[in-house]
C-alpha cells in the first residue's frame, strides 16, 4: 500500500473528486488554522517538508507505481493550504513529480485566498506550466460579516480577486460554500453574497457541504452561545435553493456543480447557469415534501 511508503501523517482529507488521486504533503496541517467551524488540522503542527523529504518520498512512490505497473493521472497535495509552500519548493515536487510519473496529467490542492494572493502572477503561470493547476478554494460564504464571526482571514471579494487571478495564470478553480453556516441570523445575506461572488469568481467547479459544529471548535461554542442558530433540513434546502437561484447571473462562464460531499443529505448536480433551473425545480420538490423543523444530526467524524 502506498499509504506503507510515504510519510503520511493522519488525519488526512481530500475532495471527492480526488478519490483516485495520489495525495502528497507538501505541507502538514494548516498555516491558518483559525476557522472556527474547522476542526481538520487541529492536531497538526504547522510546517513545510524539506526538498529533501519531498524527493524521497516521491521517488519511494515512484518506484512502487512502478512495480504494480499503475501509474497515477492526478496528484493532490494534501492538507490545509499547501499553495502556502515556496515556490521554489512546489515546483520542486511538480517538476520530480512530472519527471516520475508518467501519464501525470494534473496537479491539484487546497489553498486559501491569502496564499494565491501572496504569490505573483509569474510564479502562479509556472506552476500551472508545471501541472500544478486547480485550486480548491474554501469560499464557506460571500457574505462578509458571516466571513468575519467565523474568523475565514479574508473576504468575499477578495476570493474573486483569488479566481480570477489563478484563471489568468492558467490555473482552473473549485469554490465550496457551507450551507447553513451563517445559522438562521445571517441566513439571507449568506445568500445573497454568495451568489453574488461565485457569479463574480466564475469558477470552473462549485460545490456545497453542509454545515456540521464539531464539539471542541469554537464554531459548535458559537452554536452554544447563540451567535448562530443552526437550520433545520428545510431551511438548508432553502439556501440551496436561494444561491443556486442567484447563479443565473453567472456570465461567460461553465460551472460544474456538485453537491456531493458526504455532509450533504441532498446530492445534485448538473452544469451552470444553463441547469440551474432543473436544479431548481428538483430542490422545490424537496422543499415540498421536507417535514419543518427536522435537524441534520451528521457524525463529525464521518467528514
Ligand atoms: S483555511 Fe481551510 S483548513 Fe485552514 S482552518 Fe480554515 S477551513 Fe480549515
Known sequence: MIFDIIDLEPPIYRPPSEAKSFLFPITIGCSHNKCSFCAMYRSKTFRVRSNAEVDSDIDKASAY?????????????????????????L???????????????????????????????EELKKMAENRLSLAYIGL?????????????????????????????????????????LGGREHSATHC?????????????FFSFLSTTAVPGTPYFNQIKKGVFTPLSYKELLIEMRNILGGLKGLK??????????????????????????????????WISSCPDDVFPDNNPYFL
Open 252 to 285: 461567460d462562464a461553465t460551472t460544474i456543480f456538485r453537491a456531493n460531499h458526504v455532509s450533504n443529505h441532498f446530492p445534485l448536480s448538473g452544469t451552470l447557469p444553463q441547469d440551474v433551473d432543473k436544479l431548481l425545480e428538483v430542490v422545490n420538490h
Open 65 to 89: 507505481f512502478k512495480k504494480v505497473g499503475l501509474f497515477p493521472e492526478k496528484v493532490f497535495f494534501i492538507d490545509g493550504d499547501a499553495l502556502c509552500a515556496p515556490t521554489d519548493t
Open 192 to 204: 445573497e453574497e454568495t451568489s453574488r461572488i461565485v457569479c463574480a469568481s466564475r469558477p470552473d
Open 140 to 180: 464557506e460564504s460571500g457574505c462578509d460579516t458571516v466571513l468575519k464571526k467565523v474568523a475565514k482571514g479574508n473576504t468575499g471579494d477578495e476570493v474573486t480577486l483569488a479566481c480570477l487571478k489563478l484563471k489568468e495564470a492558467g490555473w482552473k478553480t473549485s469554490l465550496i460554500a457551507m450551507l447553513g
Open 91 to 121: 515546483l520542486n515536487a511538480c517538476k520530480r513529480l512530472n519527471n516520475t510519473l508518467p501519464g501525470l496529467k494534473q496537479i491539484s490542492l487546497y489553498a486559501t485566498v491569502k496564499n494565491v494572493l501572496e504569490k505573483s502572477p
